[in-house]
Structure formats: structure tokens, C-alpha cells
């Protein structure tokens, strides 16, 4: 279905270097993955670039500090750490102090399979939409992250934006969507009968599932839930309307990710069936990312049964 693919954090470094040139405030910090997340600007920027090494916690706390003097500061390096291992330093330093941090997250869900569950970024949009103060989104290709990129820039406060790893299925045309909003999903399919909320790089599963249930007429909308925090809860219940009910789909941890916030809204407003394709609450195995897909029923196969159990 898709002819082309590119990688997410080339949309980051691209749109880093091209607004640095105007605008004195950009700043990038990195946890020594400057060189797989944002190479040009590293290399371009050099006064405006700070490797505070395999010290996460302390780059929270350096990046704070710049933003209280004005700066923008992206930081970087992989989902699993910023979730982990300086969620104190994200929780205090940035969303309780109101600081205008923005973190770039690699590596979410199962893209690092081979690695294990050290590496993988199993539950972080769960803690992250936790956090009282934080936007948090999970662009779902190249032009979700220039969007999402840009909107974190324009917004005063901390972000935290959730990518994959590698060259990932290009969803849209243009390089940049022009109404991305914070908060606001995109309804990138049409149908009556089920409606799909997925989410990062799980949406382009999601749109191949659809083509195939298409094709044995059963209608599907797709809607690709950008942001986790604040949640579309219109869109939601726009989804809730469909014939037989609801099914999302994610690259996280089932327990307090997409499937149950969208769940949470629809009981409390318009309760429908829902079937919610994720990662179980379980370590993984340690495998090829789209191995593990298939091996815990998140590939396209396994959205196409959810829809055929929702319509029986």
C-alpha cells in the first residue's frame, strides 16, 4: 500500500536546522544519540548544541534551567530513558515548573525488539499522559513529526513527542500538514460500520487493515490520534457512533495507554463495544519489531480479526 517510507528524526533535525536560522532560541541537548536523532543540527549548531552524555536526569534539569532563560531546548534520546529514568526531573523540573522543554523520544513501543525490554519503550505514553502539564504526542510518519515538531515550538510548555525508529510508511502526500492542531485527530479514512483509533506508527497498520476489510465491504474509519495529551474526545465520540463499535490500536503498553483513554471517554458519555490491539502487559521477547507484531497481534492481520469479532 505505501511507496514510500522515511524516518521521523529526520524530520526533527531537518525542521531544528531550518528554524535555528532565524530563530535564536532553539537550543538542542542530547544523551549521547546526537548522531541517530539529530545529526545536521549537532554538527551545524555547534554553539547552540550541549552532549550532557549518558546523564538523562541531568540534561532534564540543564534543559529547565535554559528554558527559564528563555531558550527553547529540545532534548534527546530514547523513550524508555526519558520514561524511566529522569520521570522525576520531567514531572518537576519541567511540567510542574511550566517549563518550555521539548522532548524528542526515539525508539517507542517495540522498535528496539532486538534489544530487549531494557531498551524498549513499552510504557511510556501511559506515564507520560500521567503527567500533570505535559502535552504528549506520537506523530504517526515524516509529516505528522515536521507537524508536531512545529506545533511544540509554538506552544508555551512542555511536550513530549513519541516516534518510532527507522524509515516508517509514508501516510501523507505533503511534507507538512498545514491544520495539524495540537489536541485535534485526523480522520484519515471514512466508514459507517467500525471505527479505528490508532496511534504513532501504528497508524499505517491501521490504514492497510482498512484497505483489507474494504475489500469484503465492511466500511471502516480511520482516525490517527496524534496527541495522547490533551485527547480528542470529540473524536472520539464521533468514532463512538460507528455500527459496531471501536477498535484502537497502539504501540504500548495496554494498561493506561490509547485503549483505555479512549475507553474512559466512551463509557462515561457513549458506551460502545471496543477491542484494543497493544502491547499485553507482559516483557517481550526479544525479536524483530514486525516478528513481535505478529507474535503478540498487533500486525495488520490481527486488526482485521478484532473488526471480524466486533461484527459478530
Known sequence: MFDKKQIQVDAVDKLLMEVAQTDKRILALSADMADRIIPEFSRNFKDRFINCGIAEQNMIGVAAGLAKSGFIPFVTTLAVFFSLRC????????????????????G????????????????DISIMKSIIGLVVMAPADYSET?????AAIKYDGPVYIRLGRGAVPTIYEEEEIQDFEIGKAIKLREGQDISIIATGVMVAKALEAADKLKNDKIDVSVYSMHTLKPLDEGAILEASKSKFGIITVEDNNICGGLG?????????????KMKSVAIPDTYPIIGEPEDLYKYYKMDIQSIVDCANELLH
Open 260 to 272: 483505555e483513554a479512549v475507553a474512559l471517554v466512551t463509557s462515561q458519555n457513549n458506551p460502545v
Open 146 to 150: 515536521v507537524s508536531a515538531v512545529r
Open 87 to 106: 520521570l522525576e526531573q520531567i514531572r518537576t523540573d519541567l511540567a510542574y515548573s511550566k517549563s518550555n522543554v521539548k522532548i524528542i523520544a526515539s
Open 108 to 123: 517507542g513501543g517495540l522498535v528496539y525488539g532486538t534489544l530487549g525490554a531494557t531498551h524498549q519503550g513499552l510504557e
